[in-house]
C-alpha cells in the first residue's frame, strides 16, 4: 500500500504548502524560497508516482523507493510544523508577549493520546518530587505516529504551566549543534533573537536565565547519536532548580535510551475505534451524501494499521472523492496485499 499512502501524504503536503495562510507566513519572513523549493519536489514527486502505477506493484525494490518517499513525506510535516511554529513565535514578539514561546496543538484533531498524556505527566509530576538532578524523560516511535503531537498536548497542559517557571520548546532535527541549541533555548526564553555568537558567553547566559528556575524543556525530533554532545548540553542545562524536566522525542530507539533518565515511552498505534474517528473527521461533511461509504472507509482504515499520519493523509484525500467506485478501488487496490515479509521490511 506504500504508493497510495505516499501519494495520499504528498496531495495533502501539496494543499498545506498552497495555503494561504503558509504563504503569508512564508513571505513576512523570508522562507518563500524555502516553501517553494518544497513544493516542485513533491510535484515532482507526485508526477513519477503517476508512471510507479504502470510498473510491477509488488517489485522489491520499487517498494522500497516507494518506503523511502513516504519518510520523506513525514519529514515534510515536521517541517511545516516547524514554520508554523516561527510564525507564532515572531507574532508573540510583535505582542510583546512576556512568556515563552509555545508549540501550537489542535486538541480538535488529536485521538486516543489521552492516557498516553497522562501517564507521561504523572509519572514526571512524581519525578519532579523525586529528583535531585535533572531528569530527562524520552518519547520514541517512528514517523508519523505522533509523537511530537504527545509533547504538545503535555507542554501545553495548564498542569505544567503551574508547576513550571520556564516552559521552552526547541526543535531539534538532524543539527545537534550546542551553539546553535543554546541560542534556540535563549530565544525561547526571551522571546527575542539572539545576536550572540560565540559558545561561551551563550553557555554563560543560559545558565544565568535558568540557575534556580524549575524549568521544563521540549527537545522534539532529536537524531542526533553522539554521546560526547548530549553529556555537553545536558552539563549546561543542569543549572536548574530540583525538579527541572526534559522531553526528548526521537524516532531512533538508541536516542531515546541514551538520553532519558527517567524513562522512555514508547508510542503507540491508534485504536481502531480512534483510527475511525480521525479518519471519519477529515473524510466526510455533515451532509455530503457519503454516508454509504462507511463501511468502506472502515475497510480502509483498518488497513492503514493505526498510524495517525497515514489516517488524516487517507481521510483528507477521501474527502474529495465523490464516486462510490473511487472509494471500492482504493480499499480493493492489490497494494494492500503485500506479503509477510514485505509488510515486515515496509511497516505503515
Known amino acids: 500500500m506504500e504508493d497510495l499512502l505516499v501519494s495520499a501524504v504528498v496531495e ?12 503569508e507566513v512564508s513571505a513576512v519572513w523570508g522562507l518563500k524560497n524555502d516553501l517553494e523549493s518544497l513544493e516542485s519536489i513533491f510535484c515532482t514527486i507526485q508526477l513519477v508516482l503517476q508512471c510507479a502505477e504502470t510498473k510491477q506493484r509488488k517489485s522489491q525494490a520499487l517498494q522500497n523507493w516507494l518506503w523511502k518517499l ?5 519529514d515534510a510535516e515536521n517541517i511545516l510544523d516547524r514554520v508554523a511554529t516561527e510564525g507564532f513565535r515572531q507574532r508573540a514578539d510583535s505582542e510583546r508577549e512576556s512568556r515563552m514561546t509555545s508549540s501550537l496543538v489542535n486538541e480538535l484533531e488529536i485521538y486516543g493520546r489521552d492516557e498516553e498524556k497522562e501517564m507521561i505527566m504523572e509519572k514526571m509530576l512524581d519525578n519532579m518530587r523525586e529528583q535531585d538532578d535533572l531528569s530527562i524523560y524520552a518519547i520514541w516511535g517512528m514517523g508519523g505516529l505522533g509523537k511530537t503531537t504527545l ?5 501545553n497542559d495548564e498542569r505544567m504551566e503551574r508547576h513550571f517557571e520556564l516552559r521552552i520548546w526547541v526543535c531539534v532535527s538532524d543539527d545537534f549543534s550546542i551553539q546553535r541549541l543554546v541560542k534556540a533555548i535563549l530565544e525561547s526564553i526571551d522571546g527575542e533573537v539572539c545576536n550572540i555568537s560565540e559558545l561561551d558567553p551563550l553557555q554563560r547566559l543560559l545558565q544565568e536565565r535558568l540557575r534556580g528556575k524549575n524549568f521544563f524543556l521540549v527537545l522534539d525530533d532529536v537524531w542526533n547519536e553522539n554521546h560526547e554532545l548530549w553529556d555537553r548540553l545536558r552539563e549546561v542545562l543542569r543549572c536548574g532548580s ?11 530507539e538508541k536516542v531515546a535510551f541514551m538520553k532519558a533518565t527517567v524513562g522512555v515511552h514508547r508510542i503507540g498505534y491508534l485504536s481502531e475505534d480512534d483510527s ?6 477529515r473524510a466526510f461533511t455533515t451532509g455530503d451524501g457519503k454516508e454509504n461509504f462507511v463501511a468502506i472507509g472502515k475497510a480502509i482504515v483498518k488497513k492503514c494499521g493505526g498510524v495517525p499520519l497515514a489516517i488524516k493523509a487517507l481521510g483528507s484525500l477521501m ?12 480499499k ?4 494492500w496485499q503485500l506479503s509477510d515479509d514485505e509488510n515486515a521490511f515496509y511497516p505503515l
Do not use: C, P
Open 276 to 281: 475511525w474517528s480521525l479518519f471519519r473527521q
Open 319 to 330: 474527502h474529495f472523492k465523490t464516486h462510490e467506485s473511487e472509494w471500492l478501488a482504493i
Open 151 to 155: 509533547a504538545q498536548m503535555i507542554y
Open 12 to 23: 495533502t503536503v501539496l494543499g498545506i504548502l498552497r495555503s494561504a495562510g503558509l504563504q
Open 242 to 252: 530540583k525538579g527541572s524536566m526534559v522531553i526528548v522525542t526521537t524516532r531512533i
Open 70 to 74: 513516504k519518510q520523506a513525506a513525514y
Open 332 to 335: 480493493e487496490s492489490e497494494i
